[in-house]
C-alpha cells in the first residue's frame, strides 16, 4: 500500500534553529511553536512550510510546519540542505510594529504574540521564473534583477545549470 509516513525531524530542526540565530529574528522567541517532519514517500516537492489550521495547532501546540521529503533531503548535500531549510523559513512571516525602547530611546521591532494564530502569514517567493525565459530573455523584470543581484552577493553560489542538474539529480531520487 503506498503512502506518507511522517517522523519529528531533529536534524533539520538543529539546522534550522542555527539559521533563525543567524537570519530570521522575527522567530527567535518562537523556536518551540514550529514543527519539523520528514515526510516518507513520494512526493512532488522537496520541502514546505505551512501554516498550521485550528485542528493542527490542538493536536500539536504548533503554530508552523516544515516539512522535508526524506528521500531528496538524503541525496543533498550539507549545503543545500541549509539552504532549503533557509528556503522554507523564509516562507513564515509575522506581523510586527516599531515602538521606541523606554531605555535606548532607539526605534526597534515588536513581534505579535507568537501564540496567535493572526500573527503568522506564508510569505511567497519574491522571484518565480522559468529558466528557459531567462536563458532566451535575460533578467527581463525588475524582481529578477534584485534575484541575480543577491546572487551575485551571496557567499556560496551555484551557476543555473548546478540548479538544473541538482533538481533532476533529486527529482531522480524522489520517484
Ligand atoms: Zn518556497
Not at 536534524?11 to 534553529?17: K, L, P
Not at 510546519?65 to 516562507?91: G, P, T
Not at 502569514?121 to 522559468?130: N, P, T
Amino acid at each position: 500500500m503506498a503512502g506518507a509516513f511522517f517522523k519529528e525531524a531533529t536534524e533539520v530542526r538543529e539546522i534550522a534553529e542555527d539559521i533563525i540565530d543567524k537570519y530570521h529574528p522575527h522567530l527567535q522567541d518562537a523556536k518551540d511553536v514550529i514543527g519539523y517532519y520528514f515526510r516518507e514517500g513520494a512526493s512532488d516537492w522537496a520541502g514546505k512550510a505551512k501554516k498550521c489550521t485550528a485542528f493542527e495547532r490542538y493536536v500539536t501546540g504548533k503554530m508552523l510546519f516544515v516539512f522535508i521529503n526524506a528521500e531528496a533531503w538524503n541525496a543533498m548535500k550539507h549545503e543545500q540542505r541549509v539552504a532549503l531549510v533557509d528556503h522554507e523559513l523564509c516562507h513564515f512571516s509575522r506581523k510586527s510594529f516599531k515602538d521606541v525602547d523606554p531605555e535606548t530611546k532607539e526605534w526597534i521591532t515588536i513581534y505579535e504574540d507568537k501564540n496567535e494564530s493572526d500573527s503568522w502569514s506564508i510569505r511567497e517567493h519574491d522571484v518565480e521564473e522559468f529558466s528557459d525565459v531567462i536563458k532566451r530573455h535575460g533578467l527581463w523584470d525588475t524582481g529578477i534583477e534584485k534575484f541575480a543581484a543577491a546572487v551575485r552577493e551571496a557567499d556560496y553560489q551555484m551557476s543555473l545549470d548546478d540548479i538544473e542538474r541538482e533538481e533532476k539529480r533529486v527529482l531522480r531520487a524522489v520517484k
